[in-house]
């Protein structure tokens, strides 16, 4: 394993007695992201993780999955940095990992362009880099060694034929229905992929009317000020694809606000994506009709691939973590989905 340099905070209040502590002890002071400090003959991986953010209630438990599986108890050092949605802090944090000698360099980009050149640093520094949850555009993709996440174009299709096959049940089929989207963050792999995914089913629905797309961010604010807008430019408005559940809160207080009712019997229905829990439970009390899950729990996928490569087997470019559709009528259902992620 590669040298780290171990630093320590010292929080002691006199000057003196610090240099003197610093003296005696010979201790540098230490950087506040790294999660924890072995001694130097420690066996630990090294890892170092840029992640998006903290911008939704999905990626705090996706955080709390990456450090639940790279702890000192499981065999890891793990170096943690929160770009805060900038992806100049992402290019930084690698860099930083680099210099570190890290072992392993984990990224979930904010957006899929612009990474060739600092991904190249780090492959010839020999650190392998693995992507989780979103995916990156490089001309090379020898650039990062795997990736682990959602399928988003699969989420965004099937939002689409759930839609239909619910129309058809409504006896809406021939029906002109008028369709707002709450996209989430420009440029991000959720975004794009589940754009794509709905857009494929709904080029197809001759009566489906997108009046507007709009960029929501992922979040609750901005969720709620778009959906506020479009209630005050379109008078009917049958559907609401919001591509978070966190941008979805924000669109049910709007939708709230402007005296109307949504989901399952309401004016507008919903479909979201994520099923954080309290998404799962609007689903279950009728609020939400139907949330696409993104399964968080990717952190074990990860770790299970540095072992793999550890040992030295053969690994698959690209897993699909096991996700499902939440609707009433299933919530309340055993999951039906596998443990395993496929390739």
């Known amino acids: 394993?590669?040298?780290?340099?171990?630093?320590?905070?010292?929080?002691?209040?006199?000057?003196?007695?610090?240099?003197?502590?610093?003296?005696?002890?010979?201790?540098?002071?230490?950087?506040?992201?790294?999660?924890?400090?072995?001694?130097?003959?420690?066996?630990?991986?090294?890892?170092?993780?840029?992640?998006?953010?903290?911008?939704?209630?999905?990626?705090?438990?996706?955080?709390?999955?990456?450090?639940?599986?790279?702890?000192?108890?499981?065999?890891?050092m793990l170096i943690f940095d929160n770009a805060r949605q900038k992806q100049a802090n992402q290019i930084k944090a690698i860099r930083s990992f680099i210099s570190q000698q890290v072992d392993y360099i984990v990224l979930s980009p904010i957006e899929e362009s612009g990474w060739d050149t600092v991904l190249q640093e780090a492959k010839d520094a020999g650190i392998p880099v693995i992507l989780i949850d979103r995916k990156v555009s490089v001309d090379?993709?020898?650039?990062?060694?795997?990736?682990?996440?959602?399928?988003?174009?699969?989420?965004?299709?099937?939002?689409?034929?759930?839609?239909?096959?619910?129309?058809?049940?409504?006896?809406?089929?021939?029906?002109?229905?008028?369709?707002?989207?709450?996209?989430?963050?420009?440029?991000?792999?959720?975004?794009?992929?589940?754009?794509?995914?709905?857009?494929?089913v709904a080029k197809v629905q001759h009566n489906w009317n997108i009046l507007q797309q709009v960029d929501g961010e992922f979040t609750t604010a901005k969720g709620k000020e778009e959906m506020a807008r479009l209630l005050d430019q379109y008078e009917d408005i049958d559907v609401v694809v919001s591509q978070n559940d966190d941008m979805t809160f924000g669109a049910l207080e709007a939708i709230r606000e402007a005296g109307k009712t949504a989901g399952v019997n309401g004016d507008i229905t919903v479909i979201s994506f994520d099923a954080v829990d309290a998404g799962v439970e609007l689903v279950r009390n009728g609020e939400i009709n139907i949330d696409v899950q993104c399964n968080p729990d990717q952190g074990k996928y990860v770790e299970q691939i540095i072992q793999d490569m550890e040992a030295g087997k053969e690994i698959e470019k690209a897993y699909y973590v096991p996700e499902r559709v939440y609707t009433q009528e299933n919530v309340g259902e055993e999951e039906n989905v596998t443990e395993g992620i496929s390739g």
């Open 140 to 200: 090379d993709d020898s650039l990062y060694a795997s990736w682990v996440g959602s399928d988003f174009v699969r989420e965004g299709q099937d939002a689409g034929y759930w839609l239909e096959d619910y129309m058809k049940k409504q006896g809406r089929e021939d029906d002109g229905i008028n369709i707002v989207v709450l996209k989430g963050t420009k440029g991000a792999s959720a975004t794009i992929g589940r754009t794509r995914g709905f857009n494929e």
């Open 1 to 76: 394993m590669r040298q780290f340099i171990r630093k320590n905070i010292w929080a002691v209040a006199p000057v003196v007695f610090v240099l003197v502590a610093l003296v005696l002890l010979g201790s540098p002071l230490s950087s506040s992201k790294v999660q924890e400090t072995p001694a130097e003959d420690d066996n630990l991986i090294v890892v170092g993780v840029s992640q998006v953010g903290s911008e939704s209630v999905w990626r705090s438990a996706h955080t709390q999955s990456i450090q639940d599986a790279f702890t000192r108890a499981n065999g890891y």
